[in-house]
């Protein structure tokens, strides 16, 4: 019956995006001590862990087009935690560098990732699986946009 695909228990989508907002919600104490959006310190995370990069990566890095990405970048730079400077060699790439005050946020950050840790509470072998189909299922979705844009 057609009618009982449309029930929100049978929708794959729904779960995965209670607990996205769940997850995101728990996040929010955390963050507010460090002034950041869970955006803005996903971004951060990136940054922290490459240094240095593009804008351009940085927007792959965490599936965001550039009209979510700039004005995120432009708050973190209005936070003093970052920088974006055109790139000498072509002007039409625009790197983000960490400031002193951005570098050193991420000792402040450090610890949330153990206490989100307990809060979720999955075993380390429960936790991986979910890990790898979440990304498994971010691959195809995304590895599909690609064929249709191409």
Known sequence: MVDSLLKLDKQLCFPLYVAS???????????????L?????IAMMVLWEHKNLSVK????????DSGT??????????????????DNNDERIVNIILTEKGYNLEKKAQV??????????????????LYDILY???DQLNSDKQETVD
């Open 69 to 86: 990405l700039t004005p995120l970048l432009k708050k973190l730079e209005n936070k003093d935690y970052l920088r974006r400077v055109r």
């Open 57 to 64: 990566k940085l927007g792959e890095a965490l599936y965001l």
């Open 136 to 138: 498994r299922i971010i």
């Open 21 to 35: 907002k769940s997850i995101i919600s728990q996040y929010k104490p955390m963050l507010d001590e460090l002034d």
């Open 37 to 41: 959006t869970y955006t803005q310190y």
């Open 112 to 129: 949330i990732p153990l206490k989100m840790k307990s809060c979720i509470n999955l075993e380390e072998k429960e936790a991986n699986r």
